[in-house]
């Protein structure tokens, strides 16, 4: 078991490079299965979500070869199986846009219901309300896994009572080799789905709308091979753009999308950092106390709930008092618990925390509750004073491309430390 100890007080300084979208190669690992020939797919993060994807796209018999550390070949052809292996499937969320793409290249699809972070009941009623509307049927359950068969999947509308993102993908994924046309209203808006409608017509697919509230699919017969870049993570670079504020620094955080920042760099512009936005990358600085603000988390283009944990971290270190309202997740304040135990004063009711600056965290041994909780435990340690030790290190490396490497160049005291399996036991 491993942990990160992390010497808090350091400033950031320097230059830190965004590794490939997280949620974008989730997405479009599995979309590699609808296309009818080989794709090299570049910008690949090195992260484990990336790792148990092509896994479970080996174990389906596709020929999967690195061709560098980020970007791989996939051929596709030799897949042998609807099926998704179980343990693999269990351990992230986006295993099930499995499903989309096999019930899209084949028709059927068996696929453990997906693992991954935990922060509420993550239904999935939405994705099966498309496939239905396609012209698939669902079995019953049977051992946690989710079966569908399909005669012919055939174009129809479908609306989403809730703006969701990964109904979204996989009612795209379903869509791309189906008879006729998709109409999908109330879709989601985020960079990512943008990113595999455009992977997507790189192979030859007719999607339209994509980064609008509908988006068209018009089905097509054959996928052509292709070679495709994945953008940068909007949420990697929200968390350095965090630390750089937490540590009153100055850093350059490249090749990002800066148009996919606006939500954060308004907020953190709100706090009191300077933000310098370029072409392909953004500069943030930070000297005076933090100003105390509200924050709602909403769809994109609305402040996304996956930097609510690290601007969290920021205002429990801003004067005065701040409120973050959760829109999207029932439960996601679980990391305020770990924030408490370095000193924030925070108070959580339902969907509403309310943040009581303090004037500074801390160092103590928390644990990192689930991906981006992590990332907030992270540049908490960074921010407080003294030794922070982050256990369940496992979730963070889900997500975020060598962080102790891109922290250190940056000045930051962080180690990756050896825990002996019986003081795990022990403790
Ligand atoms: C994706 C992201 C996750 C992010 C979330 C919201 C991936 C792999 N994960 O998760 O990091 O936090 O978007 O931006 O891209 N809902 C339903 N029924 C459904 C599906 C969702 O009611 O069938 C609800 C959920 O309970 C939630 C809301 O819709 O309240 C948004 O969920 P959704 O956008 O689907 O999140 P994920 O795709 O799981």
Redesign the pocket.
């Known amino acids: 078991m491993e942990k990160y100890r992390i010497c808090g007080g350091n400033r950031l300084s320097g230059a830190v490079d965004i590794s490939g979208a ?2 974008a190669v ?2 479009i690992l599995p979309a590699v299965i609808l296309c009818d020939e080989p794709c090299v797919i570049e910008n690949i993060p090195n992260i484990s979500d990336v790792s148990t994807s092509l896994n479970i796209l080996s174990a389906m018999g596709a020929k999967v070869r690195r061709i560098d550390r980020n970007t791989v070949e996939i051929d596709p052809r030799s897949v042998f199986t609807n099926e998704v292996d179980h343990a693999l499937a269990r351990t992230m ?2 295993s099930y846009y499995f499903i989309g793409a096999l019930l899209g290249k084949c028709g059927s699809a068996r696929v453990p219901l997906p693992g ?1 972070c935990w922060f ?8 099966l309300k498309g496939f239905r509307a396609l012209g698939a049927q669902d079995l019953p359950l049977d051992q946690g896994v989710i079966e569908l068969h399909a005669d012919h999947l055939m174009g129809n509308s479908v609306y989403l009572d ?6 979204t ?1 996989n009612i795209m994924l379903a869509a791309v080799r189906a008879r006729g046309m998709t109409i999908i209203e109330n879709a ?1 808006k ?1 960079p ?1 789905i943008v990113d595999l409608a455009n992977f997507l017509n790189t192979m030859g697919a007719d999607v339209r709308g994509a980064g609008t509230d509908v988006i068209k699919i018009r089905g097509v017969q054959h996928l052509h091979s292709a070679t495709y870049s994945i953008i940068p993570d909007q949420i990697e670079a929200g968390t350095y753009m965090a630390m750089a504020v937490a540590t009153h620094g100055d850093v350059l955080v490249r090749n990002v999308i800066p148009k996919h920042l606006e939500s954060i760099t308004a907020k953190l512009e709100e706090m009191g950092a300077t933000i310098e936005e370029m072409d392909d990358a953004v500069r943030v600085r930070c000297s005076g106390p933090l100003h105390h603000c509200n924050v709602k988390t909403m ?1 994109h283009p609305g402040f ?3 930097m609510q944990p690290q601007i969290g971290v920021l205002l429990s270190l801003a004067e005065g008092t701040s409120v973050i309202t959760e829109g ?3 439960n996601r304040f679980r990391y305020v618990d770990e924030l408490r135990r370095m000193g924030a004063e925070v108070q959580v009711d339902g969907k509403t925390a309310v943040f009581q600056g303090v004037k500074e965290l801390v160092g103590a041994p928390v644990e990192a509750v689930d991906l981006r909780a992590g990332a907030a435990m992270v540049i908490a340690g960074l921010a407080a004073n003294g030794i922070t030790e982050v256990d369940g290190i496992g979730y963070i490396e889900r997500g975020y491309e060598d962080i102790v490497e891109k922290l250190t160049r940056l000045g930051a005291d962080i180690r990756r430390i050896y825990v002996p399996e019986a003081q795990v036991r022990n403790a």
């Open positions: 997280k949620n989730v997405a969320r986006a991954g509420g009941v993550r239904p999935i009623d939405l994705h809730t703006v969701s993102v990964g109904a993908v989601a985020e990512h769809p996304p709930t996956d999207i997740w029932e």
